[in-house]
């Protein structure tokens, strides 16, 4: 049985040495990842704004940076993490900061105005549209609650939902989901890496308590005889 308990405690000291390692490549790659990113978004250089108290402001006002928090919170339903978001290093290289940025597109886009220029009258569904100079509210609407037919809404909808807000808005998602692999992907080396550590522990406490134990022979003194 001690024999048997003994390989079987080896085995599971190399399957842990195993896990181990996978755990530590694992960890240097997303390291490299994190690197990477990192470049890329100094290169970029986006950053988000903070006042002197720390915080998060939009165009100077902490109210605007509110207004965008809640479209991402309470609209989006995203779970900020207020550690992601850090007045000592503004540059958007987190999930977070990536989805305030993201949010910040989309609450200007969604709280503007567009201006729409008519040369000629149209009709459109019984209502006839005079040529002239008109200013559309986007009025909280996304690119598909437009009537692209209309007159006035199409136009404004290309306006509004340009490509480069799109493309902005596509290249913060990458971001956002590059930035939450690597975190995932850290988690996962760490539990690799404890994995591995507990079976080496456990195979290793097998081995240690199967050893055979040293038998203590007794030496025996002869008796004195009486005098």
Request: aromatic fraction near 8%; charge should be negative; proline fraction near 5%.
């Amino acid at each position: 049985m001690n024999t048997r308990l003994t390989r079987l405690g080896i085995v599971l000291v190399v399957i842990g040495v195993a896990f181990v390692a996978a755990g530590a490549f694992a960890f240097v790659k997303t390291q490299e990842g994190y690197r990477s990113l990192n470049a890329f978004s100094a290169a970029q250089n986006v950053k988000l704004s903070y006042n002197q108290d720390g915080q998060l402001v939009d165009r100077g006002e902490t109210t605007g940076a509110a207004a965008i928090m809640s479209l991402l919170k309470d609209d989006w339903g995203y779970p900020v993490v207020a550690g992601d978001l850090n007045p000592d290093d503004p540059i958007v290289n987190t999930p977070t900061e990536y989805m305030f940025q993201m949010a910040t597109i989309a609450h200007h886009t969604l709280t503007g105005t567009q201006t729409v220029v008519l040369t000629e009258p149209v009709d459109y569904n019984g209502t006839t549209y005079a040529a002239g100079t008109y200013e559309v509210a986007v009025d909280g609407r996304y690119f598909s609650d437009f009537d692209r037919l209309n007159p006035i809404d199409g136009p404004a909808r290309d306006l509004a939902w340009s490509g480069t807000a799109h493309a902005l808005i596509a290249e913060l998602g990458v971001g956002t989901t590059t930035a939450s692999a690597l975190q995932l992907a850290l988690v996962m080396a760490g539990l690799m890496g404890g994995l591995g550590a507990t079976l080496i522990l456990t195979g290793g406490g097998l081995v240690w308590a199967t050893r055979p134990e040293k038998v203590t022979v007794p030496v025996l003194k002869p008796a004195m005889m009486p005098a």
